[in-house]
């Protein structure tokens, strides 16, 4: 049993969000009790960990990553001038994937997980791709999470742009895992079936994804660049969203990623079949693709989440980032309220779904993933302003502490489940490898 004290608890319990002088009592993998210092007499064979005056809080989820884009930081690429979004496809990620062997994969995991603990990080749902390294990458990467500790959906992004043979291997990869994944149960892995893009994909695969699929939710970009909803019209006579939908990939556990470019019919729709909308504007501004409309999203009554892309595994930097795109490009400093919900509530509920346990608040019964922030705020801290506290005065690297099921992953910033320097020593003999075979 372990105590976390001598902090102020964020619960984010609507009910009952900030306990001051709070303490959270963990038994196993789940939260037992949580109230003031008095707990502490209640218990006290328990290990205690001593906050600081610091925030206790739940660990971030990440709805949206990609892990195999970690040896693309720093890479020079030999006449690489993007203009497009297209061009940026082609000329990076298309050309890094191909490059992928499974050792680099597990490393960009590991290297991915270190990053995302240390900035408070506890949950992502990953979206792979490594096409000359299909068969069994995803237990790459599940094994590095897996020693990581972290809870995590892995699934394989299907396309055609490799070739049929290549299409074929990422469908299987991804009903391979997902069967794994039924069957074993492994307490901290879930699995989606992963779509790259429909301006990517055929009829006749997204056919064989559907059927391949059973009842796993589909992982897929969706109209993230002007470019995808322009082929499907030109090819399909349809916009993207209503164009997957004819393959039934659109079900309560699917995930559409991006929606930059859906139209108003199009939110109806994924409104009606219960599909959860992913929103990464970080890496919406830095591939110069749009800003999503989460305000019409919002009148729909879509359920938006917060992602990465993989630009970041900061998701304090994301909530950041998404709050200042939607006030600048509205020109409305009223812009972007819906954004605590989507970290703070939406997220919740997807990653919930997903995974079927209760993850990402502070209650009795629920899974024990939280983290302690260096946050010592000068000014009053309550149940109503916390997240402005979050907001304005918190960033990853803040994070002290991370537990996942109860289990301690890094304490005073130090990484317990794996040797942090033998990792990044490994990873930068990797990394100079993918970038030589450029």
Not at 360 to 388: C, E, H, M, S
Request: with cysteine; charged share 25%.
């Amino acid at each position: 049993m372990k105590i976390l004290y001598n902090g102020t608890v964020i619960t984010l319990d609507p009910a009952n969000p900030v306990i001051h002088r709070g303490v959270v009592v963990v038994d196993g993998d789940k939260i037992k009790e949580l109230g003031t210092e008095e707990l502490l007499a209640k218990y006290p064979d328990a290990r205690r960990i001593d906050a600081q005056g610091g925030l206790i809080m739940p660990g971030l989820l990440n709805t949206h990553m990609h892990i195999y884009s970690a040896f693309a930081r720093g890479m020079a690429i030999p006449n690489y001038d993007p203009r497009t979004f297209t061009d940026i496809l082609k000329g990076l990620w298309w050309r890094l994937d191909k490059l992928l062997t499974p050792q680099d994969n597990y490393y960009s995991a590991l290297v991915s997980g270190i990053e995302a603990i240390k900035n408070g990080s506890t949950t992502l749902i990953d979206h792979h791709a490594s096409p000359n390294s299909v068969e069994g990458s995803l237990d790459e990467l599940a094994r590095a999470f897996s020693q990581l500790g972290l809870r995590t959906s892995l699934c394989y992004e299907v396309s055609d742009r490799d070739g049929l043979k290549i299409a074929r291997a990422g469908i299987e990869e991804n009903r391979r895992f997902a069967r794994w994944c039924q069957q074993e149960k492994p307490q901290r892995l879930a699995a989606s079936f992963g779509l790259h893009a429909s301006f990517t994909l055929s009829d006749d695969t997204l056919k064989a994804c559907a059927e391949a699929a059973g009842d796993t939710g589909f992982h897929v970009h969706t109209a993230e660049g002007i470019e995808d909803r322009d082929f499907n019209l030109q090819h399909f006579g349809l916009p993207v969203v209503k164009r997957l939908d004819k393959f039934g990939i659109w079900n309560p556990r699917s995930l559409a990623i991006h929606c930059v470019h859906i139209d108003q019919e199009e939110m109806e729709l994924l409104r009606q079949r219960d599909v959860s909308v992913i929103h990464n504007p970080e890496s919406n501004m830095g591939n110069a693709v749009g800003r999503a409309d989460i305000d019409a999203m919002w009148e729909h009554g879509l359920r938006v989440g917060l992602g990465s892309d993989g630009y970041t595994t900061d998701m304090f930097e994301g909530m950041k980032v998404a709050n200042l795109i939607h006030k600048h490009g509205e020109g409305d400093p009223r812009a972007a309220s819906q954004v605590p919900e989507m970290a703070f509530a939406n997220n919740i509920d997807i990653v919930c779904r997903h995974f079927g346990v209760p993850t990402g608040r502070l209650l009795p019964d629920w899974q024990a993933d939280v983290i302690i922030v260096q946050y010592k705020p000068y000014t009053a801290l309550t149940a109503d302003n916390w997240w402005f506290h979050l907001l304005m005065g918190v960033s990853g690297g803040m994070v002290r502490t991370v537990l996942v099921d109860g289990n301690i992953l890094m304490e005073d910033r130090e990484l317990l489940t794996v040797d942090e320097e033998k990792v990044y020593a490994q990873a930068r003999i990797q990394a100079e490898s993918v970038w030589k075979r450029l």
